[in-house]
């Protein structure tokens, strides 16, 4: 056998077992992406199964809390629904709805920002505007929602005796599947 025709045997077992090799891997990546995909846990024999509940939940401007410490109003609802294992396997989402219950409803995904524009007398008879973000944001656990109003400059408007005026009515929608 001639040094030529053994490279060539030799290079020949080389790309067949890089073609092998090749397979190997493209095997072991689509096993390893089939078992990820799984949604099921090992335990199951039956088909997987998704649950959803969707729950709207209301602020009224009178049941706004403010907290001093971070300068942002607050409500804190209980959700039992919202158990250990939706919290750690599940998934939820969190939307600000708008004209609720009516033809018209939408809903924007939380966190928010809106841009606001107040008319505010300044005491001398003028009327000055005043320009600050309005940040809508939330706070999930197990078992709790709370959700938070945060005005950019941490300023809020007063009432005629000085007490904070909260955020108006607001109505949210909390999506969980699990």
């Known amino acids: 056998m001639s040094k030529k025709s053994s490279t060539f045997a030799a290079a020949k077992v080389l790309i067949q077992n890089k073609d092998n090799m090749k397979k190997y891997l493209v095997l072991s990546i689509l096993a ?22 969707g729950i709207y939940l209301s602020v009224n401007q009178d049941e706004w809390k403010y907290d001093d ?3 942002q109003f607050y409500a804190h609802f209980s959700v039992p629904e919202l158990t250990s294992n939706v919290y750690n396997y599940g998934n939820y989402s969190f939307h600000r709805v708008y004209n609720t219950y009516t033809d ?7 966190p928010q920002s ?10 001398q008879g003028n009327v000055l505007e005043y320009y600050y973000t309005q940040s809508v944001d939330y706070r999930v656990g197990v078992g709790f929602v709370e959700i938070q109003v945060t005005n950019s400059d941490y300023l809020y408007p007063q009432d005629a005796q000085g007490h904070l005026i909260a955020p108006e009515k607001m109505d949210f929608h909390l999506q969980l599947i699990w």
Do not use: W
């Open 32 to 53: 390893i992406a089939l078992a990820s995909f799984n949604s099921c846990t090992y335990n199951e024999v039956e088909e997987c199964k998704f649950h959803s509940k």
């Open 69 to 71: 410490r971070v300068y």
């Open 104 to 110: 018209d409803e939408y809903q924007v995904g939380l």
């Open 114 to 123: 809106i841009y606001m524009i107040e008319n505010v007398p300044d005491g």
